[in-house]
């Protein structure tokens, strides 16, 4: 699915662009493309009525999990490929100067990692998830009296 | 395996942990906390050596998708749950003040979306993905062509 949208990112629009891209069985592609139709992901367009072929294109939907990709990109880049041999360069169109890491930031602007953050439930918190969280909490309580 | 690393994130550890919150198949979880482990985003972790039990902790690579896993919750909180639904707050520890949205941004700073981009081949480029983005170069000198 991940590969899918990675390549509809790319400008990637037919069945048989995808295939010939993925490799993947016909079934399975033609089955993860319905899902993330169903999905509102991406939309099934007929860009010409004369003819009979489909695109699937991203949906506003879809082309909001950009930062969500480019940021997979980017750790590809870092941990799979390593650096000077990235496959693929992200370029503003108009500059065409690469494009800036994708960071997650406090509110001031300053870059936060994974140890910076806490979680807290929000309006829409099940009870699994305040559980989840007041185990967690508790968690970093225990932490921080160790040693 | 994406909702393994949510929950990693948000502190899960042991195997247990996992299996009561994600209500998988035993075998299921068990193969992809493997899978986590093999590719170094997972590390298995004896935390106490006279207590057999391991845990599962993120590695650096792991800590690294960070900005991926934020970029998806936020995606989630506007296109699956909705304003004023999201089930999870996302807050920088000392000030507990909200995270920013993730974004993609230019070197300036502005913020792009997809369609402000281009791509182009990296130092590690495959022929495959050359000639994929030599097509889509094409087709966006076609799509300027038409009225």
Known sequence: VLLILRDAFY???TFSAFH?????????LSDRLQRLTDRGILERVQPRPDVGRFEYRLSRAGRDLFP???ALVQ?????VFGPGREPIQILD????S?????EVQARDGHVLD????TFAAGPGASEATRALLAKFDT?????KRRP
Chains 1, 2 share one sequence.
């Open 11 to 13: 400008g990637v629009r």
């Open 68 to 70: 969500v990709l480019v």
């Open 114 to 117: 994974a140890r910076e953050v």
């Open 20 to 28: 010939e891209r993925l490799g993947m069985a016909k079934t399975v």
């Open 75 to 79: 750790w590809g880049d870092r941990w």
């Open 93 to 96: 169109r108009p500059t065409r």
């Open 98 to 102: 690469p494009i800036q890491k994708v």
């Open 139 to 143: 968690t970093n309580a225990e932490r």
